[in-house]
């Protein structure tokens, strides 16, 4: 089922998302269910705050949704180690309309778990280390609008309550 994405500046997003402590066969029906929101709305990424869910859960595919051939469902993702800066165009499904420069690490070592409760260890750069940081930002109620200048949050805000009217 495709689910509803919360918009910036809803509460949920700016809230610090808690760690999930067991895969809950109702945890799996929403990974499913936010694997084919990210899809159907052409991500890269999405977190479990996206979809009004405070939990630190978030899936990735780099590879977008006419591949889906690098999907990653990561539970208490982390990312340490990080390395390198790089300036990263970026826009989100939870602020329509609304694309930023962002300053990014370039590489970093990833740790979580997956649904199995298997360790997640890897090294991450490019393009899969960007969306991570952009989604583990979610976690922490920090979105790309949350990153821009005061001016531009501004401009956003007005837009924004436009829409909600
Ligand atoms: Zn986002």
């Given at each position: 089922m495709k689910l509803n994405v919360c918009r910036w500046p809803e509460e949920v997003l700016a809230d610090k998302a808690a760690p999930v402590e067991e895969v809950t066969p109702e945890l799996r029906e929403l990974v499913d269910n936010m694997i084919e929101t990210m899809y159907a709305d052409d991500g890269v990424g999405l977190a479990a705050p996206q979809v009004g869910e405070s939990i630190r859960l978030i899936c990735v595919d780099q590879?977008?949704?006419?591949?889906?051939a690098d999907l990653m469902v990561l539970i208490n993702p982390e990312l340490s180690d990080c390395e390198g800066r790089v300036d990263s165009e970026e826009g989100c499904l939870s602020c329509p309309g609304f694309s930023g420069k962002v300053k990014r690490y370039e590489k970093g070592k990833l740790t979580a778990k997956d649904l199995d409760g298997n360790d997640v260890c890897m090294d991450v750069d490019g393009y899969l280390a960007i969306i991570l940081q952009h989604e583990i930002d979610h976690l922490d109620g920090v979105t790309i609008v949350d990153r821009a200048s005061r001016l531009k949050q501004a401009m956003y805000r007005k837009k924004a309550a436009k829409w909600a009217e």
């Open positions: 590879t977008g949704p006419k591949e889906r």
